[in-house]
Nanobody, 121 residues
Framework: VQLQASGGGLVQPGGSVRLSCAATGFTLGEYIIGWFRQARGREPVACMSTRKGRTYVANSVKGRFTISADTAKNTVYLQMSGLSPADTGAYYC?????????????????WGRGTQVTVSS
């Protein structure tokens, strides 16, 4: 199981960026994918189960961040808009095997390296 996050960079306040999390070694339907601001964190900014067709977006970013997946590319995206300097940081994608649980507040087993998003004018 490997995860590769990409798409970060320098963004102006109010701007948008789309992060990608490319998964290898498994198919998206087997694992839940989450995006985190903190490495090894428990609370994702967004997460999804392609098997269950469910998504979660944290209240702090709801309305600005959207999570989606392209199963053909085995990739999960985090679309971020209305960015402010407070959104600056490294963003990590992580995976945990599917189960009878939601995607937030659980321990994720596999983590990719972060991709840095810097919001600044």
């Amino acid at each position: 199981v490997q995860l590769q996050a990409s798409g970060g960079g320098l963004v102006q306040p109010g701007g948008s960026v789309r992060l990608s999390c490319a998964a290898t070694g498994f198919t998206l339907g087997e694992y839940i994918i989450g995006w985190f601001r903190q490495a090894r964190g428990r609370e994702p900014v967004a997460c999804m189960s392609t098997r269950k067709g469910r998504t979660y977006v944290a209240n702090s970013v709801k309305g600005r961040f959207t999570i989606s997946a392209d199963t053909a590319k085995n990739t999960v995206y985090l679309q971020m808009s209305g960015l402010s300097p407070a959104d600056t940081g490294a963003y990590y994608c992580a995976a945990v095997i599917e189960g009878s649980y939601g995607c937030n507040g659980i321990v994720y087993d596999y983590w990719g390296r972060g991709t840095q998003v810097t919001v600044s004018s």
